[in-house]
């Protein structure tokens, strides 16, 4: 016998864009809903205005990705313009990029996932005091550390790109500044610091070791090899992880996407070894294959959002955002889009970068047990370690050719282009339609409208709609599970879950995005 | 005794809490101690759960919990039509408990371009307002007559982000009782008096008129390339962004972010001009002064300037 009940389940921090309607059967959720429930029109505001007006604009649309949303502004104005980028500044925007994302998965990990395994659910786990001295909000130290070291080294972006959130440095031919080697001597002791405290406290161990861990044995070897490995910020989540089986939570669909990530230039001593265009390549992985990634493939439905629909999923170049406000009699659920691959839903972020690099950890462990909470947060935490050795190289590389870090081009009047990049929750795109000097069309597809999307017209479920089905909350006074899966994507910035006695076994999580 | 303070966001980016993030020497952490500031809410910062968040509101609203500072980040959404739905919470507009707080505040701060003027859609459907200003008219969300319970209005401190140093500032003149002197559009004097262009580090370009026509040129952006760092207060160039520099020092127009009226219906990086003089002059100068001056500085320009041999 099915028991379905109404029940309060209070969760952490709550309010925000984002909220998860659940269905509970016997403790299990049943049914997923992905509602954002914010809307603030930036497409529309664009439209009529400059071509540049979009590397003011949209850099606003997030405050911890600006970098990001500037970056895929630019790209697609680069492409209007048919414009190579020299070297130099393909540089200086992956390096304040990846800047902006060790930031980010730093400050997600330890200021957003982590509180969470200071929550009375956990007061019975071996590791719960420990927890709470590491990730008391405001006051844990790992938090403080954190708060510390990821405001020192986004100094690097404001060396190149003037300041940290919002700015506009990169313009299509490259970038505004040109930074001396004062700049850049000063840009590498601020990564060689980070580096040393990424190492000593969040990996417990060099780079160099951590590159060794190939297989999940592998894994347990350097677990047990040194008790700095252990008390590190990785080797404590495993451990924490583990014990609460985290690898077993919030599968989803397995389907991932991803645009690349950071072009690389065309003279790098970094290209010796390998001579792939990007340092995370593109692609789509379906059923355990990657398939090649044509952006010409993507598609946005309406049908369960608040914006009027033209009866068919339609490509961003002929999408438009006509607001069809919220009413009672509608089925529509949500101010966010449902983009689809080749008609896919897919999850998008860090260990989608991962699996189409096909890095052998990660993708290792993926064969084994799928995707998870776990399996999400490991890529996240370590994706620095793929970041910070090509950086080092790239700063010092910078300006010592013929310093050029902007190549003159002619604005044009008419044309389209995409920008399409991997910031730091994973697939972003831009598509930009100028006529007559003017923006006539801007669509931005975000991760988080990826990860967070809504159904489609054939009633399949968005990412972690899917990834929620199934799950069991144990201690309905704090379903920790349930934030567990949400933040295990990284929503923009902050998800709450809890459910409110109403009308029919609805329950509600609130995310911020 | 602490001081409570309370968070609340609207339309908005969360750029000014990240930006909050930045503060150094005390950083975030440290200046809630130094202040005696106890966090009741943050949006990304606490971990209360839900049924003692829902808690704290009611004791708020009952007067039964203090509530020293609030502060808000990002627009109030009024639109579509009115509904205030663009933004919920729990299915009820957001708008309603932005209201229901301020009326219980000792002290309101809308930190951001977005809280104090509506900045990013207040044109739009999303129907976005200030909280005591839409754009440049003095009333946006709260109304004319609004006062918190100190006796002051709503204290803007605008920029996109605001920056860190000015928060922090205004929250520790605030909780230590040092009056706080506001300009015009209700910002602390102690910040928006200064032009973003005092301090910027093509100053010396400036001088002598030596312009910049094309990115990455090294020049003062004002002629050609729309910087209004002389038509617009802050502090940029004076307190520096992340410790370390400027948009305009590394090449970046300034665009205006504390204006009231940010973001302009006009083209970015473009000087709006009548046949290459533009329509608006460093704030406060006699035109045809100003003039005169800029023809006889461009002549006497030293050619050190002119090669860019400083560097910058
Ligand atoms: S670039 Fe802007 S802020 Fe700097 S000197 Fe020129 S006008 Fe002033």
């Known amino acids: ?513 | 005794m602490s001081t409570t303070l309370y968070w609340i966001q609207g339309g908005g980016c969360g750029g000014d809490t990240w930006s909050f993030l930045n503060a150094e020497s005390p950083d975030l952490t440290e200046l809630f101690d130094i202040l005696s500031i106890e966090p009741l809410w943050h949006p990304s910062l606490s971990a209360l759960d839900l049924k003692s968040k829902e808690k704290l509101d009611r004791r708020i609203l009952s007067g039964e919990q203090s509530l020293d500072i609030l502060c808000v980040e990002g627009s109030v959404l009024q639109g579509p039509s009115g509904s205030g739905l663009a933004d919920t919470l729990q299915g009820k507009p957001k708008k309603d408990l932005i209201a229901a707080l301020a009326s219980k505040a000792q002290y309101v701060i809308a930190v951001g371009t977005c809280a104090s003027y509506g900045g990013f859609g207040t044109d739009q459907e999303t129907e976005a307002t200030g909280m005591q200003f839409h754009k440049h008219s003095f009333g946006g969300f709260l109304g004319k007559r609004y006062r918190s319970k100190s006796g002051l209005p709503v204290i803007n401190l605008p920029g996109c982000p605001c920056h860190n140093d000015i928060l922090a500032g205004t929250l520790s003149m605030v909780i230590n009782d040092v009056p706080l002197e506001l300009n015009e559009n209700h910002s602390p004097l102690d910040w928006y008096r200064i032009m973003v262009h005092q301090g910027c580090t093509r100053n010396e370009y400036h001088e002598y008129r030596v312009e910049e026509k094309q990115f990455g040129e090294k020049g003062c952006l004002f002629f050609y390339m729309g910087c209004q760092g002389p038509l617009v207060t802050g502090p940029c160039n004076k307190i520096l962004w992340n410790r370390r520099s400027s948009k305009t020092r590394v090449g970046v127009p300034c665009f205006g972010c504390t204006h009231t009226d940010f973001p302009q219906q006009y083209p970015f990086f473009k000087t709006r001009n009548i046949e290459g003089i533009p329509i608006e002059l460093p704030a406060g100068v006699s035109r045809a002064h100003y003039m005169a001056y800029k023809g006889m500085a461009a002549a006497a320009a030293p050619k050190r300037l002119i090669k860019r041999k400083s560097g910058i």
């Not at chain 1, 990785?234 to 996407?257: M, P, S, W, Y």
Request: with cysteine; aromatic share 8%; hydrophobic share 35%.
């Open chain 1, 1 to 513: 016998m099915h028991s379905k009940k109404n029940r309060v389940i209070p969760i952490n921090r709550s309010e925000g864009d984002l909220e998860i309607h659940l269905e509970m059967e016997n403790d299990r959720v049943v049914e997923a809903r992905s509602v954002g429930t914010m809307y603030r029109g930036f497409e529309n505001l664009l439209k009529g205005r400059a071509p540049l007006d979009g590397l003011v604009i949209t850099p606003r649309i997030c405050g911890i990705c600006s970098t990001a949303q500037l970056k895929a502004a630019v790209k697609a104005l680069d492409m209007i313009a048919d414009v190579r980028i020299p070297d130099d500044a393909i540089r200086v925007r992956n390096l304040t990029l990846m800047t902006e994302q060790m930031q980010n998965d730093l400050r997600h990990a330890f200021l957003l996932f982590t509180p969470d395994f200071t929550s009375p659910a956990y007061r019975e786990h071996p590791l719960f005091e420990e927890a709470v001295k590491r990730y008391r909000p405001l006051q844990g130290e790992t938090v403080v550390h954190t708060i510390r070291e990821t405001k020192k080294v986004i100094e690097i972006i404001a060396i190149l790109g003037g300041q940290w959130p919002h700015s506009s440095f990169m313009v299509p031919g490259g970038v505004v500044s040109v930074p001396g080697q004062n700049d850049i001597s000063q840009c590498r002791s601020l990564l060689a610091n980070f580096r040393h405290w990424y190492e000593r406290r969040v990996l417990g161990c060099s780079l160099a070791r951590w590159a060794e861990v190939r297989t999940l044995e592998d894994l347990d070897i350097w677990l047990d090899e040194d008790e700095a490995h252990r008390e590190g910020e990785v080797g404590f989540f495993i451990r924490f992880a583990r014990e609460t089986n985290l690898h077993e939570l919030g599968k989803g669909h397995g389907n991932f996407i991803c645009f690349g990530a950071f072009e690389k230039p065309g003279k790098s001593a970094m290209n010796r070894s390998e001579n792939a265009p990007y340092l995370f390549p593109p692609g789509f992985f379906l059923d355990g294959q990657v398939a090649p990634f044509n952006q010409e493939k993507i598609t946005e439905d309406v049908t369960f959002s608040h914006f009027e629909s033209h009866g068919r999923p339609r490509h961003p170049y002929e999408e438009t955002t006509v607001v069809e406000p919220p009413a009672s009699d509608s089925e529509a659920y949500s101010w966010g889009k449902a983009p689809r691959y080749d008609g896919y839903p897919a999850e998008t972020g860090p260990l989608a970068e991962l699996v189409m690099a096909s890095n052998p950890l990660i993708k290792g462990i993926l064969d084994r047990e799928g995707p998870s909470v776990f399996l999400r947060q490991l890529a996240r935490l370590v994706r620095p370690t793929f970041l910070l050795p090509v950086m080092d190289c790239w700063l010092k590389e910078t300006g010592v050719g013929n310093e050029i870090f902007y190549r003159k081009n002619e604005q044009q009047e008419n044309g389209q282009g995409f920008g399409l990049i991997e910031a730091h929750r994973g697939a972003l795109g831009h598509w930009v339609t100028l006529e007559h000097g003017k923006i006539s069309q801007y669509q931005v597809i975000t991760p988080t409208a990826w990860n967070a999307s809504p159904r489609d017209a054939n009633g399949i479920r968005g990412p972690w709609e899917e990834a929620l089905i199934g799950t069991l909350v144990k201690n309905p006074e704090h379903p920790v599970e349930i934030g567990h899966t949400i933040r295990s994507f990284d929503p923009c910035m902050v998800c709450c879950v809890h459910t409110i006695r109403g009308h029919a076994r609805r329950t509600t999580a609130r995310i911020f995005c």
